[in-house]
């Protein structure tokens, strides 16, 4: 028989008439002759009342003792889906991650899955039994609970498909695809029907929030076939595929944007040989992610500027650090801003076809948008500019790439 995974993200088990609407989806699932495990989220808004319920009580705490208040609300979530879908008339039983068991590294909070027994849920699979896994969690050593980090349940749904060997993993979320750009800034964007892991994991990780990043990371290892669909309509979802499943390939498929950046500039920085090392390398011993770079070119050979982006939420941690080595690097002064955004048009075709980045500048430019640091890869071009003018440069972007829904 097929065995298909589906996820419901935390909409989707809103309240108790979601979950119901769940456990209808899942019925007609199993009526098609599909073996079927179900992995949930908690109910939307559970986790951000678990997580304040940890830092009220004690704002520095256990880790362990945390992933054990939050993996809670996709336990509850977990046993009533189960109930609902008994009352359809369908066997099904749920499980926690330790039951199955979930095996995961010790990083408590951000835990990586290492293996999952599936042997007894293939087993109850067979009879017809629909198995429901609490999302977001695992067992790690000593059986502890530990949590995957937020949108895990994401992590959980393919980790769990590869390891029944599913011929597709659904994700039921509270849009109905992916689409070529937001389509609550681009009325014109269009919805995709088929995307490859590959422009799927940059759009994820560049800003789009459809699928979380290690899902699409782990979906690619493992090639299993995800599609994203709603939970609230029967429209047809998009299919995230390998390459060669698309026959005729866009040469750019998506755009995708970021408000989470801060650009810092470092002015009048020494212009010698392993400054950007010690630059660098407090901030990775200090778990500051740093993406985008660019140096000026020093005309008089001493000094030159350097500009970086880091996640906002680092940006004053990153500027106090940098203040305290300023006697040691050499530099003026910090320059923070806050008010970027991160712009990137993704595709595939990009690897055979020239002139790409030139269309984005061009599109930027006749709009009267400054770039301020450019960074590339194979499949994706991106650009940050002043906040303010993000709408506009979606907009133009779009239409300058001719995925404007006509």
């Known amino acids: 028989m097929p065995r298909v995974v589906m996820k419901f993200g935390g909409t989707s088990v809103g309240d108790l008439d979601r979950i119901r609407n769940v456990a209808a989806r899942v019925k007609r699932e199993v009526a098609a002759g599909n073996e079927v495990a179900v992995v949930v989220s908690a109910m939307s808004g559970e986790t951000n009342k678990l997580v304040d319920y940890c830092t009220s009580i004690a704002p520095v705490h256990d880790a362990r003792e945390y992933d054990a208040v939050v993996a809670s609300g996709e336990q509850v979530t977990a ?79 393919v980790a769990l498909a590869a390891a029944l060997g599913a011929d597709r993993c659904d994700i039921y979320t509270d849009v109905d695809g992916v689409y070529t750009c937001d389509p609550r800034i681009v009325r014109a964007a269009r919805k995709l029907n088929k995307i490859t892991y590959e422009e799927m994991l940059e759009m994820a990780s560049l800003g789009a929030r459809v699928l979380q990043t290690r899902s699409v990371e782990m979906a690619m290892k493992n090639r299993v076939r995800l599609q994203v669909l709603s939970s609230f309509s029967d429209a047809p979802g998009t299919l995230v595929v390998d390459e060669d499943e698309i026959v005729e390939q866009e040469i750019v498929s998506g755009i995708a944007y970021s408000r989470d950046e801060a650009k810092i500039t470092l002015v009048q920085v020494p212009d010698q040989p392993g400054v950007a090392a010690r630059i660098f390398g407090p901030l990775a011993e200090h778990n500051i992610n740093v993406d985008m770079i660019v140096q000026n070119v020093s005309e008089d050979g001493r000094s030159t500027d350097m500009t970086f982006t880091v996640g906002v939420e680092d940006c004053q941690r990153t500027v106090d650090l940098l203040q305290g080595l300023q006697g040691d690097l050499g530099f003026a002064r910090v320059v923070p801003d806050e008010h970027v955004v991160k712009v990137s048009v993704i595709g595939v075709g990009m690897r055979s076809h020239a002139g790409v980045a030139n269309s984005m500048f061009r599109a930027l430019a006749e709009n009267g948008i400054n770039i301020q640091v450019i960074s590339t890869s194979e499949i994706k071009i991106s650009v940050l500019i002043a906040d303010k003018y993000l709408e506009l440069a979606l907009r133009a972007l779009h239409t300058a790439y001719g995925l404007d829904n006509t």
């Open 79 to 157: 046993g009533l889906t189960a109930m609902a879908i008994q009352a359809e008339g369908v066997p099904a039983r749920s499980w926690l991650g330790w039951q199955i068991a979930i095996r995961t590294d010790e990083v408590h909070g951000k835990a990586r899955i290492l293996s999952i027994d599936s042997e007894d849920l293939l087993s109850r699979m067979a009879t017809g039994e629909v198995a429901v896994v609490a999302g977001f969690q695992g067992v790690a050593g000593r059986n502890r609970i530990a949590t995957l980090g937020r949108g895990g349940s994401d992590t959980s749904a």
